[in-house]
């Protein structure tokens, strides 16, 4: 994560001997232990996110025919995957989205790409494809969340076959759960994507208010089937963050007194909905159409009075009432649009939303080969944001500049810098590599012991972030550690600790 000291530094789960090295415990991990943290304090440690875009949720029955046509008829997920543009993943392309700043990666999948449409049996290869990126998300030190996404539209089935509908998405999430069921809290679990939701029972233009009220109940059905699987299949899943998808994941329509939040017995639950106002800018590219007028600027006060009362509703009917909130979608093509207005809509988005305590996630596709110098926001071969703007308004709104590269020589971790962030009382901790580290750890001492915060920091990102909020005027002393072969430096980082004081 981008914030893994919980609030306060209070949430212990591990004990660093200063005479030895650091001992495992109930540590996040893979596949670890659930921590006693609420849902507002996993959406606060995501910070900003960025989804996968056009990538595992990739679909089409033309897909399978073009393998079989010219392929070599063996359908693999590396098929789906590169179908709608994007390169075939790569573990650096996902920690280059931690080093950019971001806190969780949201990765859209479409199951039923490889599954047996008469039993619902979902591929071991997709799934398996699916894991490894997950793996490599959590293991960059971010939060991950999955879904059934679009998936070819069966969701579209619900108002004409209810009970053949259901079954399969109760057999599919049984499988998705049990699959992942040993993660820990780093992996969340999303029900749906925009589809709950449904014109064919009710239109919102011309539908009747009973109409309205069907649509809504098998929206709120769905939902409480999803948290009613989950919570019944073992493992952590008992105890697993949920995110719940809206209605049709639209703000004036999940805040509509139709939508229920569904009943969860542990009460881990985070509100999704998805932000692409106005429609002329957010998703239309250079072509109008019947139902909007393309625009390419966005800036005007209007524009900024319409965002800031989105953002206020969401906060309202949720945040403000204990349930957190997380804008699962937000962006803008870059056809046909001012590069300027492209970096002002994503950060004002993002800071309307981040400064009301959600968590943004950017949609970033593959750059397509007409959507202009800085594609699809985030540069996969590259694995960095495309738009240097863009990364420094990121920046500013978390309150952090960007990494300052070290040369990995040192025998242990040394602080070479700790910022402060006084909007957000936030601290950030930068070290310097050490050669052949397979990873680092933090530790905090705390009522008369150092505490480990976490020792899954990759090896790969040198820096640190804490949540927001912290205490102004209280101080802590922090110990970094590497593990180098089977070893933590623990008594260095003890003997090197620094004292920082939140601002």
Known sequence: MKSKLTAAFLSCVMVCSMAGNIQASALPSKNGTMRNVSTA???????????????????????EEVDTKWGDGVLEPKEYETAWGSPIITKEMIEGMSNEGFGVVRVPVAWSNMMDKSTYTI???????????????????MYCIINIHYDNGWVNNFPYDEEGSMKRYETMWKQIAYSFKDYD???????????????SIWNPWSGTQSQKEKSYALCNRINQKFVDVIRASGGNNPKRHLLISGYNTGIDRTCDSLFRMPYDPVNRMAISVHYYTPVGFAILEDKDESWAKARSTWGTDEDYRELNANMDMMKTNFTDKGIPVIIGEYGCPTKGKETESVVRFL???????????MCPVLWATPKGENDGEYGGHYDRNACMISNPDLKKAFDEITGFNGKTPVDPSAEYPVVSKVEYSEKYHQIRITWSPVEGASNYGIAVYLAGKWRVQTQN???????????????????????????????????????????VTVK
């Open 41 to 63: 304090e996993i959406v606060g440690e995501m910070g900003i996110g960025i989804n996968l875009g056009n990538t595992m949720e990739a679909c089409g029955d033309w897909i």
């Open 123 to 141: 591929s071991p290869a997709y799934t398996a494809r699916v894991k490894q990126i997950v793996d490599w998300v959590i293991d960059a030190d």
């Open 185 to 199: 809290d780093h992996l969340i679990f999303e029900s749906q994507n925009e589809e709950l939701g449904w014109e």
């Open 347 to 357: 950060s004002a988005v993002c800071k309307a939303a981040y400064d009301r305590q």
């Open 457 to 499: 920091i990759p090896a790969s990102a040198t820096s640190y972030t804490t949540p927001k909020n912290l205490t102004p005027g209280k101080s802590y002393k922090v110990a970094v550690a590497a593990k180098a072969g089977s070893v933590w430096t623990a008594n260095e980082a003890i003997r090197h600790a620094v004292t």
